[in-house]
């Protein structure tokens, strides 16, 4: 018998044991659980080449179950680590409207402030050209082209708190 259908003899045998702790695990919350049940037996899978070929029925039961509850308590610390998940598309569309607008209304104002080239220089930038294409285009290269998005960027920030 190969391993594959060791551990398939192994699943079949204690399938009952690993459902009862994933499902005590997911409070109850049925999808959960069988998210759980794969995750603990992709788990076991990794942890099966340690468990003794001859083990008997119950060391094989007590290495399922303290695997298992590792697993489990392993996916319970991850989770936690992660932040919940919020929809942003939601949250801006629910939240004030009127700051949105207000915020694009004080950029077009600060970039109007600005003269004629660096307004042009800007609208390059903001259409996606990289340093070497602007450079090519007004005749400067593109160390050139860095040095003078850092001077305007500068000018806007003297503009910005200046308002």
Same mark, same amino acid.
């Given at each position: 018998?190969?391993?594959?259908?060791? *551990?398939?003899? &192994?699943?079949?045998?204690?399938? @009952?044991?690993?459902?009862?702790?994933?499902?005590?695990?997911?409070?109850?919350?049925?999808?959960?659980?069988?998210?759980?049940?794969?995750?603990?037996?992709?788990? &076991?899978?990794?942890?099966?080449? /340690?468990?003794?070929?001859?083990?008997?029925?119950?060391?094989?039961? &007590?290495?399922?179950?303290?695997?298992?509850?590792?697993?489990?308590?392993?996916?319970?610390?991850?989770?936690?680590? /992660? %932040?919940?998940?919020? #929809?942003?598309?939601?949250?801006?569309?629910?939240?004030? #409207?009127?700051? /949105?607008? @207000?915020?694009?209304? &004080?950029?077009?104002?600060?970039?109007?402030?600005? @003269?004629?080239?660096?307004?042009?220089?800007?609208?390059?930038?903001?259409?996606?050209?990289?340093?070497?294409?602007?450079?090519?285009?007004?005749?400067?290269? %593109? @160390?050139?082209? *860095?040095?003078?998005?850092?001077?305007?960027?500068?000018?806007?920030?003297?503009?910005?708190?200046?308002?």
């Amino acid at each position: 018998m190969n391993d594959a259908e060791r *551990y398939t003899a &192994l699943l079949l045998r204690h399938r @009952n044991t690993i459902w009862r702790l994933c499902y005590n695990y997911a409070r109850h919350e049925h999808g959960h659980v069988e998210d759980l049940v794969q995750e603990v037996c992709i788990a &076991l899978w990794e942890r099966f080449g /340690r468990l003794r070929p001859n083990a008997g029925v119950a060391a094989e039961r &007590l290495w399922v179950v303290f695997n298992t509850r590792d697993t489990l308590r392993l996916l319970q610390r991850q989770r936690q680590r /992660r %932040p919940p998940h919020e #929809p942003i598309a939601d949250t801006l569309a629910d939240t004030m #409207p009127d700051d /949105r607008d @207000n915020l694009h209304q &004080l950029a077009a104002d600060i970039i109007d402030s600005l @003269n004629d080239y660096d307004r042009h220089f800007m609208q390059m930038i903001l259409d996606g050209y990289d340093a070497s294409e602007i450079g090519r285009s007004l005749g400067i290269t %593109p @160390n050139a082209v *860095y040095q003078h998005t850092y001077r305007i960027i500068q000018k806007l920030k003297i503009i910005n708190h200046g308002k």
